[in-house]
């Protein structure tokens, strides 16, 4: 059955530093999503994403963020400068129309 | 704003025993409802999705219903068993399309007794 993928499980980067977290989401999904879950706390919302552009993005996806997708399978999201506060698991998810959100098993960012 | 509640925030049960575990929002002008597993430090699974004019989807010994009007959603399980120890996540989805987004509840974390 065909899943989202999620590389790197576990990056630690140090605060100031840009990270890449890149996801493949499911072949024939069109809209693309990025979540974000701080331990122990609700599983976040940050940006989605549809024909190469931004459809809605949430408060926390400031200027330090950005996504892309530079071929037809990957999907990245960027922080240029994090933050100790960017601390958490990320998830990418995919979709197609009018159908569940398939999420991607996370991406374990620790700012140190 | 969607609010979404999820109560209480642990549970736990014998095995064998049918359970319903409870997902509350806030504005009901919802396009669907997905309920998820989420294992210790894993990722997402997705359950089930109800769409908004749906009242209730089944899939093997689980059953989710939905009541848009009152702002609730219920998972039932039915005969549990150790194996479905994990964190369940009721989510909704405002629209559809580009601009659909996921409201989560913090999630009950289940734990089934042998």
């Known amino acids: 059955e065909p899943e989202v993928t999620q590389t790197p499980s576990h990056q630690v980067t140090q605060m100031g530093q840009e990270v890449i977290l890149r996801c493949v989401p499911i072949?024939?999904?069109?809209?693309f999503y990025w979540y974000r879950q701080i331990l122990g706390q609700k599983v976040e919302f940050l940006v989605s994403f549809y024909n190469n552009e931004i459809s809605e993005k949430s408060e926390i996806f400031d200027d330090q963020f950005s996504v892309e997708r530079p071929d037809g399978s990957n999907f990245t999201l960027k922080i240029r400068s994090t933050k100790l506060e960017d601390s958490a698991m990320y998830f990418c998810?995919?979709?197609?129309?009018?159908?569940?959100?398939?999420f991607g098993p996370g991406t374990r960012l620790t700012v140190t | 704003k969607q609010e979404v509640t999820q109560i209480p925030a642990a549970l736990s049960v014998p095995e064998g025993e049918n359970l319903v575990l409870n997902c509350s929002f806030t504005d009901s002008a919802i396009y669907n409802l997905q309920w998820f597993r989420q294992d210790p430090g894993k990722g997402l699974t997705s359950l089930l999705l109800i769409q908004s004019s749906q009242r209730e989807q089944t899939s093997g010994r689980l059953n989710a219903s939905l009541d848009k009007s009152s702002g609730r959603s219920t998972l039932y399980i039915a005969a549990s068993q150790p194996g479905d120890s994990a964190t369940y996540l009721c989510a909704v989805n405002r629209r559809n399309g580009a601009n659909s987004k996921l409201t989560f509840g913090k999630g009950i974390t289940l734990s089934v007794r042998p």
């Open positions: 998810a995919s979709k197609r129309q009018s159908y569940e959100q398939y």
């Open positions: 072949s024939n999904h069109l809209y």
